[in-house]
């Protein structure tokens, strides 16, 4: 074995046995950017594969306990694997490769990860770093080889097996690190200036990512309420440790269980957590911000709570206003024709189908809302509470005019009474139909419109399965 092997060998071992977290991630080369891969990758070329074996390395590991020389003897080894078999980007079968022994890598320092002593403490904190490099570096090399894996899905390399080895792996990691704490347990991990509940957050964020991007909503809501069932709870561990927690990973956090509520039509809890991302992110990022608005524009607009036309300009969000004009006045076609002429801008970001769905019945609502203030200035004697339903038709009827929608001149008094009584039954509007006296009644207010709550204090209606 070259001295120049032996050196880094030594070199990793004493930054180990540092429990320097800055230390030991500076010693670990996992790309051909890290300022010791190329050394290394030469140093190993004169050596076998069928070389690198525990014997070869355990005489320069004299420093290291015997409960974790094992552990970390397996871990050296695959990192040595990894730089040597390293192959940049070609065929399947050299990602494949540099992908396997990359998850190798992971999977030991996964298992020193674990490692905790007689009382339960993890005895390894300092590996942080490098278990959130490791994920990243994980999440980039599969996607590599899932894009170019040529086997059907049930196959062991395919496309979605690699992708499932990825997610199984990281969760590990994060299973380790949202370890809950009893109180004297936190109470004696206070004064530790790494603690592995840490990096928590950025390991949740790489997953989220993973969740989204694959539609797998069942296992980001199971990580939305690990993080809720966390001992000690999230916020306490945030306000403990503010010098050891990245801002930018609270935030992140914050708005992918925001996107989360949005995709999953939560809107209440969709905007408390994109308004807390919005309060932890930084104001000169400007790039994170305007994501977090593209979120939190549909949900606060779907609750009632429109936005201003100068923040708009500020995050150059042009496409919502138009949609904030229509919104306003109820006007059901220039609604319509916003979303079809920007459908691919909203698909991309997952908000057209929320906006589509849940947008146009109120508009029907702002449009019979503003119908009936209307009949009231026409008529100023006419009782507050009540509206006859000829009134919504004859709006209806104005607003859909010369637009050729299907409602253009196809429309009727049993179709105005249809969304009248959806209205009513999702609690947008508060009253019932008399059909006989053909009149919408309404719950009593000074002003008449009394029938028309604030949107954010409409409750969603609550469908119960039935097994």
Same mark, same amino acid.
Not at 72 to 81: D, P, W
Not at 139 to 144: A, D, E, M, W
């Given at each position: 074995?070259s001295?120049?092997?032996?050196?880094y060998?030594? #070199?990793?071992n004493?930054?180990?046995?540092?429990?320097?977290?800055d230390?030991?991630?500076?010693a670990?080369?996992?790309s051909?950017?890290?300022?010791?891969?190329?050394?290394?990758?030469?140093?190993?070329?004169?050596? %076998?594969?069928?070389?690198?074996?525990?014997? +070869?390395?355990?005489?320069f590991l004299g420093?290291i306990s015997?409960?974790?020389?094992e552990?970390?003897?397996?871990?050296?080894l695959s990192?040595?694997?990894?730089v040597?078999?390293y192959?940049? =980007?070609?065929?399947?079968?050299n990602?494949?490769?540099?992908?396997?022994? #990359?998850?190798?890598?992971?999977?030991?320092?996964?298992? #020193?990860?674990?490692?905790?002593?007689?009382?339960?403490? $993890?005895?390894?904190?300092?590996?942080?770093p490098?278990?959130?490099?490791? +994920?990243?570096?994980?999440?980039l090399?599969?996607?590599?080889?899932?894009?170019?894996?040529?086997?059907?899905?049930?196959h =062991?390399?395919s496309?979605?097996?690699?992708?499932?080895?990825?997610?199984?792996?990281?969760?590990r990691?994060?299973?380790?690190?949202?370890?809950?704490?009893?109180?004297t347990?936190?109470?004696?991990?206070?004064?530790? =200036?790494v603690?592995?509940?840490?990096?928590?957050?950025?390991?949740a964020?790489? @997953?989220?990512?993973i969740y989204?991007?694959?539609?797998l $909503?069942?296992?980001?809501a199971d990580?939305v309420?690990?993080f809720?069932a966390?001992?000690?709870a999230e916020?306490?561990r945030i306000?403990?440790?503010?010098?050891?927690i990245?801002r930018?990973?609270i935030?992140?956090a914050?708005?992918w269980?925001?996107?989360l509520g949005v995709?999953?039509?939560?809107?209440?809890n969709?905007?408390?957590?994109l308004?807390k991302?919005?309060?932890w992110?930084?104001?000169?990022?400007?790039?994170?911000r305007?994501?977090?608005?593209?979120?939190?524009?549909?949900?606060? @607009?779907l609750l009632?709570? @429109?936005p201003?036309?100068?923040?708009?300009d500020q995050?150059?969000?042009?496409?919502f206003?138009?949609?904030?004009?229509a919104f306003?006045s109820g006007?059901l076609?220039?609604?319509r024709?916003?979303l079809?002429?920007n459908?691919?801008?909203?698909?991309r970001?997952?908000?057209?189908?929320i906006?589509?769905?849940?947008g146009e019945?109120?508009?029907?609502?702002?449009?019979?809302?503003? %119908?009936?203030?209307?009949?009231?200035?026409?008529?100023?004697?006419?009782?507050?509470?009540r509206?006859?339903?000829?009134v919504?038709?004859n +709006?209806?009827?104005?607003?859909?005019?010369g637009?050729?929608?299907?409602?253009?001149? /196809?429309?009727?008094l049993? =179709?105005i009474i249809?969304?009248?009584?959806?209205l009513?039954?999702?609690?947008l509007?508060?009253g019932?139909?008399?059909?006989?006296q053909?009149?919408?009644?309404?719950?009593?207010?000074? /002003?008449?419109?009394?029938?028309?709550?604030?949107l954010?204090d409409?409750?969603?209606?609550?469908?119960?399965?039935i097994i």
């Amino acid at each position: 074995m070259s001295g120049s092997l032996v050196q880094y060998i030594q #070199l990793l071992n004493s930054s180990f046995l540092s429990q320097s977290p800055d230390q030991l991630y500076s010693a670990v080369p996992l790309s051909p950017d890290h300022p010791l891969f190329s050394h290394l990758r030469t140093a190993l070329s004169a050596v %076998s594969t069928s070389a690198l074996l525990p014997s +070869a390395i355990a005489p320069f590991l004299g420093s290291i306990s015997p409960d974790v020389r094992e552990g970390f003897t397996s871990f050296v080894l695959s990192l040595l694997r990894y730089v040597k078999g390293y192959k940049e =980007d070609g065929d399947f079968g050299n990602v494949y490769e540099k992908f396997m022994t #990359l998850v190798g890598v992971y999977t030991e320092v996964n298992k #020193l990860y674990a490692q905790t002593s007689s009382e339960g403490v $993890h005895l390894h904190p300092h590996l942080n770093p490098i278990i959130l490099s490791l +994920a990243k570096q994980l999440v980039l090399i599969s996607n590599q080889a899932a894009a170019l894996s040529p086997f059907p899905p049930r196959h =062991d390399r395919s496309a979605r097996s690699i992708r499932d080895t990825t997610r199984q792996i990281i969760e590990r990691s994060f299973q380790v690190s949202s370890t809950s704490l009893s109180d004297t347990e936190w109470a004696g991990c206070m004064g530790k =200036d790494v603690l592995v509940g840490d990096i928590m957050w950025g390991l949740a964020n790489v @997953l989220w990512r993973i969740y989204a991007a694959r539609k797998l $909503h069942t296992q980001a809501a199971d990580l939305v309420r690990t993080f809720a069932a966390l001992q000690p709870a999230e916020e306490k561990r945030i306000h403990a440790r503010p010098q050891r927690i990245p801002r930018t990973d609270i935030c992140q956090a914050h708005y992918w269980r925001g996107r989360l509520g949005v995709v999953l039509l939560d809107m209440r809890n969709g905007r408390h957590w994109l308004d807390k991302a919005w309060e932890w992110c930084p104001s000169e990022c400007w790039q994170q911000r305007r994501a977090i608005l593209i979120r939190l524009i549909p949900v606060n @607009l779907l609750l009632g709570r @429109l936005p201003s036309f100068s923040l708009l300009d500020q995050y150059n969000l042009h496409e919502f206003s138009p949609l904030l004009h229509a919104f306003k006045s109820g006007n059901l076609p220039a609604w319509r024709k916003v979303l079809e002429h920007n459908r691919e801008w909203f698909r991309r970001r997952s908000i057209w189908l929320i906006l589509f769905e849940r947008g146009e019945i109120l508009l029907w609502r702002n449009l019979f809302r503003f %119908s009936v203030k209307t009949h009231y200035q026409l008529f100023p004697s006419a009782p507050r509470n009540r509206c006859p339903t000829r009134v919504f038709l004859n +709006a209806t009827r104005a607003a859909f005019s010369g637009t050729n929608e299907p409602e253009d001149e /196809d429309i009727n008094l049993e =179709d105005i009474i249809c969304v009248l009584s959806s209205l009513i039954d999702q609690g947008l509007i508060l009253g019932h139909l008399s059909y006989s006296q053909q009149q919408l009644i309404m719950k009593p207010s000074e /002003d008449g419109m009394g029938g028309f709550p604030r949107l954010g204090d409409v409750i969603p209606r609550r469908v119960e399965a039935i097994i």
